[in-house]
């Protein structure tokens, strides 16, 4: 079964809203006259409508796209900020003796895994932020 999205949904209603709208009128007893006239009033209900939903669906991709910009920003950040840390290690290491070389390989390794975890977690909280962010918007 195919997956529906909200997009198509909405355009589906849209559509059978306006499918249904002409059905009962064309069905109802009524004179040619006031035929045209109900045919003409859901007919400039139906271009009010699409244009609220597009400029709304406009709205909504614009501050999604905000949103996504300042997590992909934060994420930036966090990544170069360990990446800065990884490389202080590295100038300590070519600046001590093969002992404390060794210690501070050990320490290095242990850093580059555990900000590799922090970029990890902290991509993982971005993207359900994000998502939930999205989830919020489509169910407003």
């Known amino acids: ?74 994420l930036a950040k966090t990544v170069s900020d360990q990446s800065n840390q990884v490389m202080d290690k590295v100038k300590e290491l070519t600046n001590k003796g093969y002992d404390e070389a060794k210690q501070l390989t050990d320490e290095l390794t242990s850093e580059v895994q555990q900000s590799v975890e922090v970029v990890t977690e902290e991509a993982k909280k971005e993207a359900a932020d994000l998502e939930q962010k999205v989830e919020e918007e489509l169910k407003s």
Do not use: C, H
């Not at 849209?14 to 709208?21: F, H, N, P, T």
């Not at 400039?44 to 699409?50: L, S």
């Open 1 to 74: 079964m195919a997956e529906m999205n909200t997009k198509d949904f909405l355009i589906g209603t849209l559509i059978g809203g306006i499918v249904g709208a002409s059905a009962a009128l064309l069905l109802a007893p009524k004179s040619g006259k006031e035929l045209r006239s109900d045919i003409s009033d859901q007919a400039q209900i139906a271009r009010e409508k699409t244009s609220q939903f597009t400029s709304s669906a406009y709205e909504k991709g614009n501050e999604w796209a905000s949103i996504a910009k300042e997590k992909s920003t934060n």
